[in-house]
């Protein structure tokens, strides 16, 4: 059973050819499933990553790590194949899509109304 912020034994399954190829240097490299787990710990909790476990490993593994998933594509590549693992076990409907939207309060300076108090030029 995984623990809080970390990926279960199924979902590792189904990303681990992704997320940990087969090794081709001779250094062994800091566990893919504990790095990708503290990638979640810090995403989830919003600490800065010098807080970051030491179960975890290094801290600066796992955010090098992240930028380097991030920068190469393999949180997309994640993404769609999970994506497409929802489609094919019918428990994602592509025909209901939902937008969601957050109401911001423009002032009046946004419509060039002016500040306040402001004195336009005649």
């Known amino acids: 059973m995984a623990g809080r912020y970390e990926i279960s034994e199924n ?6 050819d992704i997320v940990s190829p087969p090794q081709r240097t001779a250094r ?14 810090i995403l989830c909790s919003g600490a800065k990553w010098r807080d970051l476990p030491e179960r975890y490993g290094p801290w600066k593994t796992v955010c090098d ?4 998933w ?3 594509g393999t949180f997309e590549a994640i993404l769609a194949r ?20 957050t109401s911001i ?7 060039g109304g ?3 108090g402001d004195i336009k030029n005649p």
């Open 70 to 72: 991030r920068d190469d």
């Open 82 to 101: 999970l994506q497409l693992r929802l489609r094919e076990d019918g428990l994602m409907d592509l025909d209901t899509w939902m937008i969601d939207s």
């Open 65 to 68: 790590r992240f930028r380097q």
């Open 11 to 16: 979902g590792w399954d189904l990303i681990e």
């Open 105 to 111: 309060r423009a002032t009046r300076a946004a419509s």
């Open 28 to 41: 062994p490299r800091r566990d893919d499933r504990q790095v990708l787990n503290g990638i979640f710990w």
């Open 114 to 116: 002016g500040k306040k």
